[in-house]
């Protein structure tokens, strides 16, 4: 990664509502970003998003500040966490191999296991 990029962890929580992550990723795209990682979960109407990107450190600034604005307008909540290169490389690094995930009856379980028992819904088994 080049000297003049940055990476930046932002973190969204408040009422969801249609076209919020929209808003979020518009802000984004006038300045050309990378988003490298995306996730939400919404929980009875409360999202939880998180926006992992990377941003020509010039803009990093004025892409906050639009954020922040913007964040303020919808009510929602908006944190910002700067991400080392070494920190993201060691998350890639990670990803594919196995990892220990807590089931829900408070006893650890393999992510195999969890993969083989997770089901949705209507019973049919998720395809990961």
Do not use: C
């Amino acid at each position: 990664m080049n000297n003049n990029t940055e990476l930046i962890l932002i973190r969204i929580t408040g009422l969801d509502r249609p076209g919020l992550t929209a808003s979020i990723t518009e802000i984004l795209s006038k300045y050309d970003v990378t988003i490298l990682d995306i996730g939400q979960a919404d929980i009875h109407s409360t999202l939880s998003l998180g926006i992992l990107f990377k941003s020509q450190e010039k803009d990093s600034g004025n892409i906050m500040k639009e954020l922040l604005f913007k964040a303020s307008a919808l009510g929602i909540n908006i944190r910002f966490y700067p991400v080392t290169v070494e920190e993201y490389e060691e998350w890639v690094n990670m990803q594919g191999k196995n990892r220990v995930h807590p089931d829900f009856t408070g006893t650890q379980a393999d992510s195999q296991t969890n993969r083989s028992s997770h089901r949705n819904i209507s019973g049919t088994r998720f395809k990961y």
